[in-house]
T-cell receptor
Framework: SAVISQKPSRDICQRGTSLTIQCQVD?????MFWYRQQPGQSLTLIAT?????????ESGFVIDKFPISRPNLTFSTLTVSNMSPEDSSIYLC???????????FGQGTRLTVV | AQSVTQLGSHVSVSEGALVLLRCNYS??????LFWYVQYPNQGLQLLLK??????LVKGINGFEAEFKKSETSFHLTKPSAHMSDAAEYFC???????????FGQGTRLTINP
């Protein structure tokens, strides 16, 4: 299984500011996924990040709000822009397993916007 | 399109009792199915997966799940609950060849001493 490190693990941010979350994987992967888990709810895919191309966003998520970078095959960042309290969630980075069956997850970034 | 329904947002069992967490899926093509566990303040950990091999799948920590195509179900069981099993459990589905996992709403498992 892949080892995925996310930074920061948690943060409390002021509304109107932006936070960039980093995801580092211990092996090269073609795709990386970013999920959001709102309080008490399940996981929702925000976007898929491929190296060398623009991220693909799911319905309801836009690049201006959640810009993503994918500079190489082991690293990605997700920025939560112009934050509001409604952005308070856990944000998780994920990569596919060998054979592209299961997915592995980082520990998540717990974001509170005040 | 795939979807997952977990019956019961909260399940409570006594220590040593059977754990049964229900998951039904909808998929237009043969799916891959997964159970993940999320302990407090942690990320998701894969418990087990079904990828069209044996229909009874054994996972970590004594959990197992059975794929029943006729019932479109993939229920998670453990014969004897332990206090350390208290967590949130998510069922997820992915169509073969697809990239995206679709998660159920989650079931919070509480273990009573």
């Amino acid at each position: 299984s892949a080892v995925i490190s996310q930074k920061p693990s948690r943060d409390i941010c002021q509304r109107g500011t932006s936070l960039t979350i980093q995801c580092q994987v211990d092996s090269q992967v073609t795709m990386m996924f970013w999920y959001r888990q709102q309080p008490g709810q399940s996981l929702t895919l925000i976007a898929t990040a491929n190296q060398g191309s623009e991220a693909t966003y799911e319905s309801g998520f836009v690049i201006d709000k959640f810009p993503i970078s994918r500079p190489n095959l082991t690293f990605s960042t997700l920025t939560v822009s112009n934050m509001s309290p409604e952005d308070s969630s856990i944000y998780l980075c994920s990569v596919p397993g060998r054979g592209n069956t299961e997915a592995f997850f980082g520990q998540g970034t717990r974001l509170t916007v005040v | 399109a795939q979807s997952v329904t977990q019956l019961g947002s909260h399940v409570s069992v006594s220590e040593g009792a059977l754990v049964l967490l229900r998951c039904n899926y909808s998929s237009s093509v043969p799916p891959y199915l997964f159970w993940y566990v999320q302990y407090p303040n942690q990320g998701l950990q894969l418990l087990l997966k079904y990828t069209s091999a044996a229909t009874l799948v054994k996972g970590i920590n004594g959990f197992e799940a059975e794929f029943k195509k006729s019932e479109t179900s993939f229920h998670l069981t453990k014969p004897s609950a332990h206090m350390s099993d208290a967590a949130e459990y998510f069922c997820a589905v992915k169509a073969q060849g697809a990239q995206k996992l679709v998660f159920g709403q989650g079931t919070r498992l509480t273990i009573n001493p």
